[in-house]
C-alpha cells in the first residue's frame, strides 16, 4: 500500500511538473513572440523609435495588469534628443530593502535584418513572467523591483539615467541590496552569471564606491544548481586575457549599478571558450556552423582570422530573429527562457537563502 501511494504520488506529481512546464513555455514563448516577432508582435525596437514605444505602453500595460505598483521615468538622450522611457514596477515599495530585476527593450541593428529576438526580446520575455509571478507572492521580506530600461543600446541611456536619479536621493541608493541584469539571455552556447570586473569601470567622477562583489553571482550559482542540478547549473568562466574568473565587462545595464556601489550579477547566454575577433571575450555566442565562414573546432577560433566576418555572432546580427533562431537551434531558446525564469523564481523567493 506504501509502495503504491508513493508510485502514484510520484506519478501526480511528474505529471503536474510537465503540466508546468508546458504551461511555462507557452507562456513565455507567447510574450516573446509579442515582443521580438515583426509579424506577430513588433519586431525591431531601435531606441527612440514608435516600436520602442510600442513596448513600453506593453511593457507598462503588462506591469500593471500583474497589480504591481507601476511608473515611468521619461529621460532624453542624443543630439536629437530624442524621448524615451524606464518602465519601473515595485513588488511592495514600502519595504526598506529592494532587489532588482533589470532588462533593456530597445534592439539595434535594424538594417542587418535583427529583431532584437535574444537581444533583448529573450531577457524582457523571462522578466515579464518571473513579475507575473512574483506578483502573487505574500509576506517577502523585501521589494522586487523590475526595469525596463529604454535606449540601452545607444549608451545604456536608460540605466544610467536611472542611477543618476536615484544617486539625487542618497538613502534610495542604500537599499538596493542587488541588481540583476538579463540581458541576451538566451541562444548561446551556454548560461553564464558574472559579477562586476575587478578592474573598475569608467565611472563619472560623482561615483566612488564601485562595487565588485561576487555575493550575488555566487547567490545566482546556488539557485541555479538547485533548479538545474549540478551539471546544466549556471557557468562561471575561467579566467581569460583582461577578464578574471566570473567577471564581465561594462557593456551592459550593470555597469552604473556597479559604479553607483550596488552588487551585480549579470546572466547571459554566449560562449566564452570561442577565441573571438577580440579575444576570449565571450562576444561570439556560438560555434554553429551557420554562424561562421569557417569555424576551426579544434583552435576554437576562425579557420582564417583575417577574412572570417561572421565571428559566431548572433547579436546585432540577421540571426536574431525568433525564427531563424529555432532554425539554427531547435527548442533550444524556449529550453533556456524556461531554465532561467525558474531559476530567478527560485532566487527572488527566498533570497537571503541564497545570498549568505
Known amino acids: 500500500m506504501t509502495k503504491t501511494f508513493t508510485f502514484l504520488a510520484i506519478s501526480i506529481l511528474f505529471i503536474c511538473s510537465s503540466v508546468y512546464a508546458e504551461t511555462l513555455t507557452q507562456t513565455i514563448s ?54 524615451s522611457i524606464n518602465i519601473i514596477a515595485d513588488t511592495n515599495p514600502l519595504l526598506d530593502k529592494t532587489i532588482i530585476l533589470g532588462a533593456h527593450y530597445d534592439s539595434t541593428a535594424k538594417n542587418t535584418g535583427s529583431l532584437g529576438a535574444t537581444d533583448n526580446g529573450a531577457g524582457l520575455a523571462a522578466m515579464l513572467v518571473i513579475a507575473s509571478q512574483m506578483s502573487k507572492k505574500k509576506n517577502l521580506k523585501y521589494n522586487i523591483r523590475f526595469i525596463a530600461f529604454g535606449a540601452e543600446e545607444v549608451g545604456l541611456q536608460g540605466s544610467k539615467y536611472y542611477v543618476e536619479q536615484l544617486s539625487k536621493i542618497s538613502t534610495k541608493r542604500h537599499e538596493i541590496i542587488a541588481m540583476i541584469n538579463f540581458d541576451t539571455i538566451a541562444s548561446g552556447d551556454h548560461i553564464y552569471v558574472h559579477s562586476a570586473h575587478t578592474t573598475p569601470y569608467k565611472c563619472s567622477q560623482e561615483d566612488k564606491s564601485y562595487n565588485s562583489s561576487t555575493k550575488i553571482r555566487e547567490a545566482l550559482l546556488a539557485a541555479s544548481q538547485k533548479v538545474l542540478g549540478k551539471e546544466k547549473q549556471y557557468v562561471i568562466h575561467p579566467e581569460y586575457e583582461g577578464y578574471p574568473i566570473g567577471v564581465t565587462g561594462a557593456w551592459s545595464d550593470h555597469a552604473p549599478f556597479a559604479c553607483a556601489g550596488i552588487p551585480i550579477a549579470y546572466v547571459e547566454s554566449t560562449n566564452f571558450t570561442i577565441n573571438g575577433k577580440d579575444g576570449f571575450d565571450g562576444y561570439s555566442q556560438s560555434t554553429h556552423p551557420a554562424l561562421w565562414d569557417c569555424y576551426d573546432n579544434k583552435n576554437k577560433t576562425a579557420c582564417d582570422r583575417k577574412t572570417e566576418k561572421k565571428w559566431g555572432n548572433i547579436w546585432h546580427s540577421e540571426f536574431d530573429q525568433i525564427e531563424v533562431l529555432e532554425q539554427l537551434f531547435p527548442n533550444r531558446v524556449a529550453k533556456q527562457l524556461v531554465d532561467n525564469v525558474n531559476v530567478m523564481s527560485t532566487l527572488l523567493s527566498d533570497f537571503y537563502q541564497f545570498a549568505k
Open 30 to 83: 507567447k510574450i516573446h513572440q509579442q515582443i521580438a516577432n515583426s509579424n506577430h508582435g513588433i519586431g525591431a525596437r531601435e531606441a527612440g523609435s514608435n516600436q520602442e514605444k510600442a513596448t513600453a505602453k506593453y511593457i507598462s500595460t503588462s506591469f500593471m495588469e500583474m497589480g504591481l505598483t507601476t511608473t515611468e521615468q521619461v529621460f532624453s538622450f542624443g543630439k536629437e534628443n530624442l524621448k
